[in-house]
């Protein structure tokens, strides 16, 4: 793995940190099922004004039914279960349960035959795990049926983001990213309208919602899809999950920057014990010269 690649998947995770809080603003006053949709639609229409700008096509009719299938499950089905987790679990744990997403993503690959199962991927998902324990350092939370069926959703949620980076690599490859992008999100919007329409009622509208919705569609949901799809051309999909790790650490950061939460001595090990992680998942060697470009 290149130096580039490496800094753009801690890129990636600064920007994924942040959605997380903004989920947890937006989904108890807009609703689950409006704010997956919302994000879906507010994704399609930056990625297809982009589509249009830089002068691509979009998929040809053939390919869209294999789109829609990688849109339902790394778009629809983890945005409408964290936004249901979001009910009942605050932004930190989801973001812990997110740290998921790389183990799924391996096994993932291990199951089609596309990645090797190495016993260091396995050490590095592990030493993620401990070092996001470190960093969050989670407070207690009352264990009730809507906590666990929270956490629940967000395992969920992580697998299907996890099992669908093989199939989100395969179409960066047969598909030029910035089409398939729009038409997972174009595919997930219509898969969506019919259940946000008929909660639309039940809908309550804040200026905070309203922003945190433009952040996620436009930002972390439709222009970093691309950039992620982009990158998969690159390196392999377990490598490209493995910005999981950081996301906790970034969320963390932007609480103390910006919110005044506390950032204490123990996130240190955390933090570098998720450093270790990516190193160990992606096979990034700092130290060691790249080989020249194409």
Do not use: D
Request: net charge positive; glycine share 10%.
């Amino acid at each position: 793995m290149r130096t580039r690649h490496f800094t753009q998947l801690i890129g990636m995770s600064a920007l994924w940190g942040a959605s997380f809080p903004l989920v947890r603003i937006a989904s108890p006053v807009l609703g689950p099922w409006v704010l997956a949709a919302g994000r879906c639609v507010l994704a399609s229409l930056v990625l297809g004004f982009l589509l249009v700008t830089l002068r691509q096509r979009w998929p040809a009719r053939q390919q869209w039914p294999a789109l829609a299938l990688l849109g339902l499950g790394s778009v629809v089905l983890p945005f409408m279960l964290f936004n249901w987790a979001a009910l009942a679990l605050p932004a930190s744990y989801s973001a812990v349960l997110n740290a998921t997403v790389p183990l799924f993503g391996i096994l993932g690959a291990a199951l089609v035959r596309e990645e090797r199962l190495t016993g260091r991927r396995l050490v590095g998902c592990a030493a993620g795990f401990v070092g996001v324990a470190l960093l969050v350092r989670l407070g207690p939370v009352a264990i009730t049926p809507p906590v666990i069926w929270g956490a629940l959703a967000c395992i969920a949620a992580s697998a299907s983001y996890g099992f669908s980076a093989t199939y989100m690599k395969r179409a960066s490859v047969r598909h030029a990213p910035l089409s398939a992008a729009a038409a997972v999100h174009v595919a997930g919007s219509v898969m969506l309208l019919l259940p946000a329409g008929a909660s639309l009622p039940q809908m309550q509208v804040s200026t905070a919602a309203l922003l945190a919705l433009g952040m996620l569609g436009f930002v972390t949901s439709g222009f970093m899809y691309w950039v992620s799809l982009r990158l998969m051309r690159e390196i392999p999909a377990s490598a490209a999950t493995s910005a999981a790790f950081m996301i906790p650490l970034f969320g963390v950061t932007w609480g103390g920057l910006f919110l005044g939460e506390p950032v204490t001595a123990s996130m240190l090990p955390g933090g570098l014990l998720i450093f270790v992680a990516m190193v160990l998942v992606t096979g990034f060697n700092p130290f060691r010269a790249a080989p020249p470009e194409p």
